[in-house]
């Protein structure tokens, strides 16, 4: 093996990631000279018995590897069969198929890394009564099963990372790749002359909007919602409503961003206020989009003019429909996975690529000078 390697690379993709990882794997034999013919994944079968147990196989030695396992835990697509039922796979599935494949590793490996974009109990961060803390609970364990650095993008809160203060962790937002697809697909869109805004749906969203806002150079609104704090609907406080902070949006192109849409509920609460407001066009960045209560109601509000597109990841699980729709447009991750997979096996810093601002600004120098996305 190649000493400028940490270990020979191995990438496992976990059920549902095969198309991402053949991405990855691409964008690997492009930019490795010499390397085109070399296979980086490695298939892991999760077999599953009629009674609902599993486990975990390899078909290959990991030993000395330095292993890559990208699991999406919000693939609802794939299904295993439990007493003659078919059955969606949870998050709470894919988190064990994820340690039966680290348990057939069995310790051989010379480093596990998983990426784990959407991160697992991502939202169940922190204790506020007698309740669990599943997320710090799956670090630890990870950790403890012998995985060395976990990646994750846009966290719920960045603090988990104190669950594991001595393993690698690392949340990483697609802010770049987020504002270079809006600035190819909205041409007729002024994002540099005062006319756009970006706009937090709450007070939690409200550094990330703070990050839009510096490298961009654009103002900045944001929502705070109000909660009953009286009544548990779903494990939450219903809102009673989200009220605005910040200059007029009256004939402003609006960019909401927040970490992930799920029934899309808030979202499309938002919409209506800016639009009542005066926003001329709206936006809407997330990082994850899992549409847990269909495309229906989106389809319905942007007909009625109530946004003009939705922008997610390709990290984790889309349906076909969503992908047909008019409304929505996909940021692909696959290249700055390769580059990430690609910096940890030489093991150099990452540090250039999780801090983007230079990126942004000479992108946007481009579209200043007619270079990109105004041609």
């Not at 000493?3 to 690379?9: P, T």
């Not at 296979?39 to 009674?51: E, G, K, L, P």
């Not at 609902?52 to 396992?69: A, C, P, Q, Y």
């Not at 999406?72 to 709470?92: K, N």
Request: negative net charge.
């Amino acid at each position: 093996m190649d000493s400028k390697y940490y270990g020979k690379l191995s990438i496992i993709g976990m059920r549902g990631c095969e198309k991402f990882v053949d991405m990855v794997n691409y964008y690997m034999h492009q930019n490795r000279p010499g390397e085109e013919n070399e296979n980086y994944i490695v298939n892991a079968d999760c077999i599953r018995f009629t009674s609902g147990e599993g486990k975990g196989m390899l078909h290959t030695s990991m030993r000395g590897h330095d292993v890559f396992i990208i699991s999406d835990g919000f693939d609802s697509g794939e299904t295993y069969t439990m007493y003659g039922v078919e059955h969606p796979m949870s998050p709470d599935d894919h988190f064990a198929d994820l340690k039966r494949v680290i348990g057939a590793i069995s310790g051989k490996a010379k480093r596990i890394t998983v990426i784990m974009p959407m991160l697992y109990e991502g939202r169940q961060h922190k204790r506020k009564a007698r309740e669990s803390l599943d997320c710090a609970m799956a670090l630890q364990e990870l950790v403890n099963m012998g995985v060395t650095n976990i990646i994750t993008f846009d966290a719920h809160d960045e603090r988990i990372h104190n669950a594991i203060p001595l393993a690698g962790f690392d949340s990483i937002r697609p802010t770049y790749q987020m504002i270079k697809a809006f600035i190819k697909k909205e041409q007729d869109v002024d994002i540099l002359h005062g006319d756009t805004m970006i706009i937090a749906p709450d007070e939690g969203a409200l550094e990330r909007c703070m990050y839009y806002s510096s490298v961009l150079n654009i103002d900045l609104g944001m929502f705070y919602k109000r909660r009953d704090y009286t009544t548990v609907v779903n494990g939450k406080n219903p809102i009673v409503a989200h009220e605005y902070l910040g200059n007029s949006v009256e004939g402003k192109s609006v960019i909401v961003v927040d970490d992930m849409i799920a029934s899309g509920d808030s979202v499309f609460d938002l919409c209506k206020q800016l639009k009542a407001k005066g926003a001329a066009k709206i936006f809407v960045f997330a990082t994850f989009g899992l549409f847990t209560a269909g495309l229906d109601k989106f389809d319905k509000y942007y007909a009625e003019g109530m946004f003009d597109r939705i922008y997610t990841t390709n990290l984790v699980y889309r349906t076909e429909e969503l992908l047909k729709r008019e409304w929505y447009c996909e940021v692909n991750m696959s290249k700055y996975v390769y580059l990430i997979i690609d910096t940890i096996n030489r093991d150099d810093t990452t540090s250039g690529l999780l801090n983007p601002v230079e990126r942004i600004h000479d992108l946007m120098e481009r579209v200043k000078s007619g270079e990109f996305g105004k041609q």
